[in-house]
C-alpha cells in the first residue's frame, strides 16, 4: 500500500507488491543506487574537466599583468618634441605641435605605429591639449585656440582667445569643459580659466592658491588636482585640490618630490606623476597621489627621464611621450 504523500514514489518497506519477492526488490535497489553513484561520479568528473580545461583556456590567452612597470613603445618619429598638445580619441593618442614643431602625429595604441595627421596651421608652441567630444583642442602660445577633427584630418582656427595670455600651462577636462591652469606669462600665474567648445566662449575662475607653470594634473572623482610645479620662487611641492561645483581650491598632501614639465594623468582614482624637471634638471621619479587617503606613494622610476613629454592615459595606462633631449621616446607605465 502507498500512503498519502508517496504516489508514484518507490517505498522500500512496501517491495512485495513491486517486485514480487523482497531478494528481487533488494538487488534492484543495489543495482538502482550503484548506477547513480556511477553517474554522480561521471557528472562530477566532467564538470572538474570542464573547469580545468576553462582555467587553462583563460590562462594561455589573457597574459598576467605584471603591475608597477614600464614598457616602450614606437618612438615619435619626429624625435624629440617638447611640451606637445596632446589628447585621447578611441584607443589614438594625438600629439600636435610642440617647441619648434607644427606636425600631428597619431599613435595607434593597438598596432604600436604612428601616422602624420594634417599639420597645425600656426604656433605650437608650450600649448596644452584637451577632448572634448572627439575634437582635440590645442590651447596656448600666449592666446591661441585651434581644434583638430581626426575625422576630417582638418584645423579649425578663429575660435575664441584664451583671455590671459600665458604658455607652459595644463588642462583637465570635466564635463565637456576645460579647464586651463597655471602657465607663465612673463612670471608664474595662479590664473585658471574654462573654455566652453560647445559655445566657444571663456569663463574666469577662482585661481589657485599658488601661482606656477605645469604642474601634474588629472581629475579624481570631482576634484582637479594640481600637484608641484615651478613657482615664482623655484620649484614647488605645492599641491592643490580644485572643485568645480564650489569653484574653489584646498590646500592637500605636498609633493614630497618638487618638479615640473612631467608627465601625468589620473587612473583608478589616483594621480600618476612620472619624470619631469628640479633645478634644470630631468628627473626620473614616480609617484601616485590619493585623494582618498591624501597621500603620495613612490613607483619605479620613468627608464628615461624626459623633460616636458607628452601625457595621455589609454587602457588603465600612462603613456609618455616625447620630451625636450630625448629621441622621441614612447615610455607606458602599468599601474
Known amino acids: 500500500m502507498h500512503s498519502a504523500g508517496t504516489k508514484g514514489r518507490l517505498n522500500i518497506f512496501d517491495v512485495g507488491p513491486r517486485f514480487g519477492s523482497t531478494k528481487l526488490a533488494a538487488a534492484a535497489i543495489r543495482g538502482a543506487l550503484t548506477l547513480a553513484a556511477i553517474s554522480a561520479l561521471l557528472l562530477i568528473g566532467a564538470r572538474s574537466a570542464q573547469a580545468q580545461n576553462s582555467a587553462t583556456s583563460d590562462d594561455g590567452s589573457e597574459p598576467a599583468v605584471v ?4 614598457s616602450s613603445g614606437a618612438p615619435l618619429p619626429v624625435g624629440a618634441v617638447e611640451g606637445p598638445a596632446i589628447g585621447v580619441i578611441g584607443k589614438n593618442i594625438y600629439l600636435a605641435g610642440g617647441s619648434g614643431s607644427t606636425a600631428t602625429e597619431i599613435y595607434n595604441t593597438k598596432t604600436n605605429t604612428w601616422s602624420a595627421g594634417a599639420a597645425i596651421p600656426s604656433g605650437g608652441d608650450w600649448g596644452t591639449g584637451a577632448v572634448v567630444d572627439g575634437i582635440l583642442y590645442f590651447i596656448g602660445s600666449r592666446t591661441e585656440v585651434m581644434a583638430y577633427d581626426p575625422v576630417t584630418d582638418a584645423w579649425t582656427t578663429g575660435l575664441a582667445s584664451m ?3 600665458r604658455d607652459s600651462l595644463s588642462a583637465v577636462v570635466d564635463k565637456g569643459i576645460i579647464y586651463v591652469i597655471g602657465g607663465f606669462n612673463g612670471s608664474r600665474v595662479a590664473t585658471v580659466e574654462s573654455y566652453n567648445p560647445a559655445t566657444d566662449t571663456w569663463t574666469k575662475e577662482a ?14 572623482g570631482a576634484t582637479i588636482v594640481a600637484a608641484s610645479g615651478l613657482g615664482n620662487s623655484g620649484w614647488t611641492g605645492d599641491n592643490e585640490g580644485y572643485t568645480v561645483k564650489k569653484n574653489k581650491w584646498k590646500t592637500l598632501a605636498a609633493d614630497p618630490n618638487p618638479r615640473s614639465n612631467g608627465c601625468s594623468g589620473s587612473i583608478a582614482g589616483k594621480l600618476y606623476f612620472a619624470g619631469g624637471v628640479l633645478n634644470y634638471n630631468p628627473v626620473g621619479v614616480v609617484e601616485s597621489y590619493s585623494l582618498k587617503t591624501n597621500s603620495w606613494t613612490t613607483l619605479a622610476p620613468i627608464p628615461q627621464a624626459t623633460d616636458y613629454p ?3 592615459v589609454v587602457g588603465g595606462r600612462l603613456y609618455c611621450i616625447g620630451g625636450a633631449g630625448g629621441v622621441g621616446y614612447t615610455q607606458i607605465y602599468q599601474p
Open 67 to 70: 603591475h608597477n612597470t614600464w
Open 163 to 165: 583671455p590671459t595670455a
Open 207 to 220: 585661481p589657485m592658491l599658488v601661482g606656477k607653470s605645469l604642474p601634474g594634473v588629472g581629475l579624481l
Open 310 to 312: 607628452g601625457s595621455a
